[in-house]
């Protein structure tokens, strides 16, 4: 399987509720993570929240779960413990940005967006969000972001999924890891 950075993954991958075929609080006790059982404030696992949130906005659970390990590690729990924090800390601290939304570039998060569950929430409102967005410029060019403009790369998407991938984060190289993890995951979300 080769990375195509014009279609890095097909929609379905992305779009489409797909909660029925699988066990979050499972796979994620598989693959060592540390909110596998996490009961959020609703009382509601990490889990069923994701299921119920994507299946409200049509999003696929198998990419809430890519996001969450390319955003935080959350899923594999393999990350480094910054200096001070302890290891409940550290988690608490991903947890609080699990999904990366509404996370300003100094690294704080804006409040509403704080915690988990909101976290969740936010992941699947943005991703409808972005998908109807990005529907009608598939087969266009399409800019992706750079330091500066002289590096600025024009590309032409075949797909909804892949430039949902870059209004995400408009980079290559985030796209590619997001095709890695997926790949490590669910090799059978990238087959025709």
Same mark, same amino acid.
């Given at each position: 399987?080769?990375?195509?950075?014009?279609?890095? =993954?097909? !929609?379905?991958? =992305? =779009?489409?509720? !797909?909660?029925?075929?699988i066990d979050v609080?499972?796979?994620?006790?598989a693959h060592g993570s540390p909110i596998a059982n996490r009961i959020l404030p609703s009382g509601f696992s990490f889990g069923s929240k994701l299921k119920e949130r994507c299946r409200e906005f049509g999003i696929s659970v198998r990419w809430g779960i890519v996001r969450l390990q390319c955003e935080s590690g959350l899923v594999s729990g393999q990350f480094p413990t910054r200096n001070g924090y302890t290891r409940e800390q550290e988690i608490a601290q991903r947890e609080s940005?699990?999904?990366?939304?509404?996370c300003l570039d100094d690294g704080r998060v804006i409040e509403k967006w704080l915690g988990l569950e909101?976290?969740?929430?936010?992941f699947a409102y943005f991703c409808a969000k972005i998908s109807q967005k990005?529907?009608?410029?598939?087969?266009?060019?399409y800019a =992706?972001?750079?330091a500066n403009k002289e590096d600025r790369k024009v590309i032409v998407c075949k797909n909804v999924a892949t430039l949902m991938l870059y209004e995400y984060t408009p980079h290559v190289d985030a796209a590619r890891e997001t095709w890695d993890v997926f790949r490590r995951y669910f090799p059978e979300s990238?087959?025709?």
């Open positions: 399987m080769i990375f195509d950075e014009t279609n890095v =993954l097909p !929609d379905r991958a =992305l =779009l489409g509720y !797909d909660g029925d075929s609080s499972a796979f994620l006790k940005k699990a999904y990366g939304v509404g909101m976290q969740i929430h936010g990005v529907a009608p410029m598939v087969g266009k060019p =992706l972001d750079a990238l087959t025709a």
